[in-house]
Structure formats: structure tokens, C-alpha cells
């Protein structure tokens, strides 16, 4: 089992950026397939992006390519997500998640393991 706790939100303004971090204990984070979803009011959980354990591949959703980077250090047990040029739209709570079996699930109930998210406000 492994327990993740993110960290970095905040507020930031329309365009511009911030870094959000995932810290895994227990179980080493190399293990696992790990990935970043957002979740706004009202809304339903949407997929963010996703990495294989290695780090060398990447997957992200369509509405975030050019912009967001996910990457990981498997020697400090962490997953991160550098976000560039922010819109107000994507004001959500942002969690990491990890699953044993493939980086290519976009739906939330195929990933195992939660942490408890990091507010990420956009102001306009």
C-alpha cells in the first residue's frame, strides 16, 4: 500500500504557473503507475496526465498538452506537475493517484490509491 500527500496549490493569476508535488510513503513510488486528476466544483473528476514508472512516458489530456509537464524522482518518492499558463477554467482540487497495471486510465475508479488534493485557484 502506499500513501500519497500533495502539496504546492495556491493562487495564482490567468497565465501563470505552478508546481505541484506528490510524496509517497510506504510502498517505494517506483512500483506504481502515477497520475494527476482535477476535480472542480460541481464537476466530475477529470484525468491531468500520467507517467510509467520509470518516467520515461507520459500521457496527458488533450486540454493540457504544450502546457503541463508531469515527471517523477523515484529516489525521493515523489511525483510532480509543473503547470504553465493557467486558466481560470482549471481552478480545481488537484490529486495524485497511483495504480499498479497501466498509466493509460483515464477513468478514476481504475486507479487504486488517493491522496487528499491541493486546492489550485486561477484568478482572472
Known amino acids: 500500500q502506499v500513501q500519497l500527500v500533495e502539496s504546492g496549490g495556491g493562487l495564482v493569476q490567468a497565465g501563470g504557473s505552478l508546481r505541484l508535488s506528490c510524496a509517497a510513503s510506504?510502498?517505494?513510488?517506483?512500483?506504481?503507475?502515477m497520475a494527476w486528476f482535477r476535480q472542480a466544483p460541481g464537476k466530475e473528476r477529470d484525468f491531468v496526465a500520467s507517467?510509467?514508472?520509470?518516467?520515461?512516458?507520459?500521457y496527458y489530456g488533450d486540454s493540457v498538452k504544450g502546457r503541463f509537464t508531469i515527471s517523477r524522482d523515484n529516489a525521493k518518492n515523489t511525483v510532480y506537475l509543473q503547470m504553465n499558463s493557467l486558466k481560470p477554467e482549471e481552478t480545481a482540487v488537484y490529486s495524485c493517484?497511483?495504480?499498479?497495471?497501466?498509466?493509460?486510465?483515464?477513468?478514476?475508479?481504475?486507479?487504486?490509491?488517493w491522496g487528499q488534493g491541493t486546492q489550485v485557484t486561477v484568478s482572472s
Open positions: 510506504g510502498r517505494t513510488v517506483s512500483r506504481y503507475y
Open positions: 507517467i510509467n514508472r520509470s518516467g520515461a512516458s507520459t
Open positions: 493517484a497511483a495504480e499498479q497495471a497501466s498509466m493509460l486510465y483515464t477513468t478514476p475508479s481504475r486507479w487504486d490509491y
